[in-house]
């Protein structure tokens, strides 16, 4: 079946410094992929949507200068979280679709600011 | 803001209970998905319903999507532990290419 691979599983950083997150569609390509934040015992929030080879489409709400999104491959997305403040901790998680039916989720990304 | 409501939030039941999910949507979908999502991993793709008033079953799983495409539910019949998880329901609206996740039902089976 269709994987996405994520990395880094887990991360801790410190205050003011950026981290980038990675999502890859391993046996298909996918032109759109899409990234949710999920707080603890909350559902998954849609942060914003990456389209390769052009701008990626931000939710209401989400800053597009703190959350750099790019798709610069068929296989690729990455997010960067910029300048990280420790309200910044969250889970971050990746998906993409092979095709017309579910979409496949990366294993996600624990972030911890300290 | 959330655009797909879910109930309820938690679940407890004994094993070999029955347990239902329920979302609500205040617009017309274009499809529905359910996902499960286990304590501590990552969601997994369980279905989708495209059809009005369509049922779909998978095993003691069962699906529905309202007649009006607003509404949907998850029924699962005599529970196992192994059902334990996060239930959630995820829509898509007409003419956009994104889906939005219900708050999810939290389920926990008593052996």
């Known amino acids: 079946g269709a994987v996405v691979s994520q990395h880094p599983s887990r991360v801790i950083c410190k205050s003011g410094t950026s981290v980038k997150i990675e999502c890859r569609s391993l046996d298909f390509q996918a032109t759109t992929m899409f990234w949710y934040r999920q707080f603890p015992k909350q559902s998954l929030m849609l942060m914003a949507t990456?389209?390769?080879?052009?701008?990626?489409?931000?939710e209401q709400g989400v800053e597009k200068d703190k959350f750099l999104i790019n798709h610069a491959s068929l296989t690729l997305s990455t997010l960067t979280v910029t300048s990280a403040h420790p309200e910044d901790s969250s889970f971050y998680i990746c998906?993409?679709?092979?095709?017309?039916?579910?979409?496949?989720f990366g294993s996600g990304t624990r972030l911890t600011v300290v | 803001g959330q655009q797909v409501m879910q109930i309820p939030q938690y679940q407890h039941v004994q094993e070999g209970e029955d347990f239902t999910t329920y979302c609500n949507s205040s617009?017309?979908?274009?499809?529905i998905q359910w996902y499960k999502q286990r304590p501590g991993g990552h969601p997994v793709f369980l279905i989708q319903l495209v059809k009005s008033g369509e049922v779909k079953k998978q095993k003691r799983l069962t699906f529905q999507f309202g007649e009006a495409k607003k509404n949907s539910s998850l029924h699962i019949t005599a529970t196992q532990t192994t059902d334990v998880g996060t239930y959630f329901c995820?829509?898509?609206?007409?003419?956009?290419?994104?889906?939005?996740f219900g708050s999810g039902t939290k389920l926990n089976v008593k052996p």
């Open positions: 990456s389209n390769e080879g052009s701008k990626a489409t931000y």
């Open positions: 995820a829509g898509r609206k007409y003419n956009f290419n994104k889906f939005y």
């Open positions: 617009t017309t979908l274009s499809n």
């Open positions: 998906s993409a679709s092979p095709g017309e039916s579910g979409y496949t």
